[in-house]
């Protein structure tokens, strides 16, 4: 089993920037698919941006030229960078990992709030 622990969620007004971190941990990691998802109140948890082992990635279109999703293979940890923000990119955000095993892997979220 992997464990996911994010961090970087926040307050941030329009226009700015924030960094999530997801860290995976667990015995003999080996990972497929990496995403990152939302969930906005009153909405449906909706897939903003993958990344597979092969590195291709893929986003959203709400989200393509403002987001970036990367990964550090040395200490499994995935990240999404995050520009131009805007109030409607205020949600819950989750990281997931799909694993060898099969494993079905999710953080437990953290809050990002874009207001001024």
């Known amino acids: 089993q992997v464990q996911l622990v994010e961090s970087g969620g926040g307050l941030v007004q329009p226009g700015g920037s924030l960094r999530l971190s997801c860290a995976a941990s667990?015995?003999?990691?080996?990972?497929?698919?990496m995403s990152w998802y939302r969930q906005a109140p009153g909405k449906q948890r909706e897939l903003v941006a993958t990344?597979?082992?092969?590195?291709?990635?893929n986003y959203t279109d709400s989200v393509k030229g403002r987001f970036t999703i990367s990964r550090d293979k040395a200490d499994n940890t995935v990240y999404l960078q995050m520009s131009s923000l805007k109030p409607e990119d205020t949600a819950v955000y989750y990281c997931?990992?799909?694993?060898?095993?099969?494993?079905?892997?999710w953080g437990q979220g953290t809050q990002v709030t874009v207001s001024s």
């Open positions: 997931r990992f799909l694993c060898w095993g099969p494993s079905d892997n």
């Open positions: 667990g015995r003999s990691i080996s990972c497929i698919v």
């Open positions: 990344i597979t082992s092969g590195d291709t990635t």
